[in-house]
């Protein structure tokens, strides 16, 4: 049992560090006044540290990293930039599934640009009346005999890249009656029919939600991933994956929040001396610290059993999503309170992490979803089917 990094993987997570401060931080807080989304040679900068495809064997174009290396470099980015985190590793996400349960043709025409950064790609599973129950996706594609392709209808919507990504996965029922059969296809930007808007929200303010709506659009038959109606088991398999990089993420913003309220603790003055030194505000840092390691070590374990493919690996993913969806909120209330009004305030991060982070309680499964599922696996008992 080894608790730290190895020292390749260190170093790979320093050098990225230094990127990060040097090229992506200045220019973080001027792109988020102005809701700017992040400039491509940065996304495109993102792939040559592994962030885009590098999970994939070099034969596919990767680097072979291992899951506890990517999200260690995910979570680095994620107390830097949550938005561009959000860009890269959705897209990162299905070029994960084109590449790996995609045709050779798929994998040709849209992986390398993906892991470029040249292109990007959005996800698109839930929709206006279907959500912690994904089983429910009201989607159509329907064969088209006389055109040899699919017919496309339906809408999806609070799809991260939905309004800005060159094409994307949908996923869309295909059986018919009784038959709740799911399918997944590769939709580009510019087929006819295929519309985006920007859906408001509290966070991400540089990578906006989208609304999709698809009105009739035709699809190549080639635009299908993998076989007919077995889609539903791509995306839960890639969702558990995102699990665990959403703990990632929040152990890297919670570290980072902890690092600025340590930061702030130490200079401000209050009744002469650093407000560090008074202890109501040690047990804030006392709590931020525990709950900072905890997740950083439930991240690695949940990458860990990914690594190792074991049959643990969802509950280890599940419960990593969970817990550290929780904590990194805790942590961020924390520091905002040691901040004071100056937490309050855009002229510290501080209050962009705390709203970028909201949703992940919510996303990628609900934690609601995943204490279902936890318990599920222990007492062998659903509280969501039968
Ligand atoms: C910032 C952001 C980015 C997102 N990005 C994407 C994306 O890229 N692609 C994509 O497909 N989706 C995306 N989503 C959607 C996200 O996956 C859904 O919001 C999530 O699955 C929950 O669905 P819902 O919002 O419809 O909530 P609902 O399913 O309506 O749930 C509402 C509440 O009820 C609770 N609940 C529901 N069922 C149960 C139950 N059986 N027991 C107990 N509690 C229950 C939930 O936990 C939640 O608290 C994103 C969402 C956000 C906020």
């Not at 993906?114 to 996706?137: H, K, M, Q, Y």
């Not at 985006?196 to 709506?213: Q, S």
């Not at 076989?227 to 913003?253: D, P, S, W």
């Not at 003055?269 to 030194?277: L, N, V, Y």
């Amino acid at each position: 049992m080894d608790f730290e990094l190895a020292d390749w993987q260190r170093a790979a997570s320093d050098a990225f560090a230094d990127y990060l401060a040097r090229e992506v931080a200045p220019i973080v807080g001027a792109h988020e006044r102005e809701r700017r989304l992040p400039p491509r040679e940065l996304v495109r900068a993102m792939s040559g540290y592994g962030l885009l495809g590098g999970l994939l064997p070099e034969a596919l174009g990767g680097q072979g990293l291992d899951h506890v290396t990517y999200g260690t470099l995910l979570a680095q980015l994620a107390g830097t930039w949550a938005s561009l985190r959000s860009m890269i590793s959705t897209s990162n996400l299905v070029l994960l599934i084109i590449a790996e349960r995609g045709s050779a043709e798929q994998r040709e025409r849209f992986v390398p640009g993906l892991i470029r950064g040249d292109t990007l790609a959005f996800f698109g599973l839930t929709e206006p009346n279907v959500g912690s129950d994904a089983s429910g996706v009201e989607t159509r594609a329907e064969r088209d005999p006389a055109r040899g392709g699919w017919r496309l209808r339906g809408r999806k919507l609070y799809i991260s890249n939905g309004v800005h990504a060159d094409l994307g996965v949908v996923f869309a029922r295909t059986g018919s009656g009784a038959d709740r059969a799911v399918s997944a296809f590769i939709v580009e930007r510019g087929m006819a029919g295929f519309s985006a808007r920007e859906v408001h929200a509290m966070g991400m303010h540089c990578c906006p939600l989208g609304e999709l709506l698809f009105d009739d659009v035709l699809l190549p038959a080639g635009n299908l991933i993998g076989t007919e109606g077995e889609a539903f088991a791509i995306a839960k398999h890639y969702l558990n994956l995102g699990r665990c990089f959403v703990a990632y993420v929040c152990a890297g913003v919670s570290e980072a929040a902890y690092r600025e309220a340590c930061r702030y603790a130490g200079q401000r003055q209050q009744f002469g001396r650093p407000i560090g030194q008074f202890q109501l505000v040690q047990q804030m840092v006392a709590d931020m610290m525990t709950r900072v390691e905890t997740s950083r070590l439930l991240a690695a374990r949940a990458a860990d059993a990914l690594d190792r493919k074991s049959v643990d690996a969802q509950r280890w993913c599940s419960m990593a999503k969970r817990h550290n969806s929780d904590a990194v909120l805790r942590v961020c209330e924390d520091a905002m309170q040691v901040l004071g009004g100056a937490g309050y305030t855009s002229d510290f991060p501080l209050e962009r992490h705390y709203r970028d982070v909201r949703h992940l309680a919510i996303a990628e499964g609900s934690n609601q979803i995943q204490a279902l599922l936890l318990a599920q696996g222990e007492l062998g008992l659903s509280a969501l089917r039968g």
